[in-house]
């Protein structure tokens, strides 16, 4: 069974930038599209980009200035960086498969955006 | 303000059938491009309950089922339950962009 697991600081000051990482366990990260999708609190859901396990990706048109989406095969993992951080981007951060009909999610978590 | 509107709130008793809309525009749905639904339940992570327009994954129950016509999807929920009590958001897409609804409350009276 797939599982996903994010990880990375839970507070993160204004004007920095936001570092999460997703890991991947019990199936590979190849032949894979991988998500970031964030909610903020009492929100709704936000896509934020997506990246193909060879490293293409595709974001958000409106987070695109300030997202990186990367891919570590080899450690199956992938990774999100928000840069220039403020307190609307405080939010439960979910990974997932896919990016469309995603069927696996991790349990999201949550980045707080204050100084 | 979401590109797939959704009605923000709906409610049925137990026992009834219930119907949550997702409209877009001919740019998303109308396009062609499939829709799926979401279920999230409260503190928890969103879970997939139909993919590619009406299809349920193994495990969800056949009591929910989705339909898309036009610029406009819907999710079906008959037989309701308590446990049903949730929010649920549809999912599109534009182009090579993904698209969000902006939530539906289901209230089971």
């Known amino acids: 069974q797939v599982q996903l697991q994010e990880s990375g600081p839970g507070l993160v000051k204004p004007s920095e930038t936001l570092s999460l990482t997703c890991t991947v366990s019990g199936g590979s990260i190849n032949n894979y599209y991988w998500s970031w999708i964030r909610q903020p609190p009492g929100k709704g859901l936000e896509w934020i980009g997506y990246i193909y396990s060879s490293g293409s990706t595709n974001y958000n048109p409106s987070l695109k200035s300030r997202v990186t989406i990367s891919v570590d095969t080899s450690k199956n993992q992938f990774s999100l960086k928000l840069s220039s951080v403020t307190a609307a981007d405080t939010a439960v951060y979910y990974c997932t498969r896919g990016y469309g009909g995603h069927g696996y999610w991790g349990q999201g978590t949550l980045v707080t955006v204050s100084s | 303000q979401s590109v797939l509107t959704q009605p923000p709130s709906v409610s049925g008793a137990p026992g009834q059938r219930v119907t949550i809309s997702c409209t877009g525009s001919s740019s998303n749905i109308g396009a062609g491009y499939d829709v799926h639904w979401y279920q999230q339940l409260p503190g928890t992570a969103p879970k997939l309950l139909i993919y590619?327009?009406?299809n349920r994954p193994s495990g969800v129950p056949d009591r929910f089922s989705g339909s898309k016509s036009g610029t406009s999807a819907s999710l079906a929920i008959s037989g309701l339950q308590a446990e049903d009590e949730a929010d649920y958001y549809c999912?599109?897409?534009?182009?090579?962009?993904?698209?969000f609804g902006g939530g539906t409350k289901l209230t089971v009276l």
């Open positions: 590619g327009n009406s």
């Open positions: 999912q599109s897409y534009d182009s090579s962009f993904v698209l």
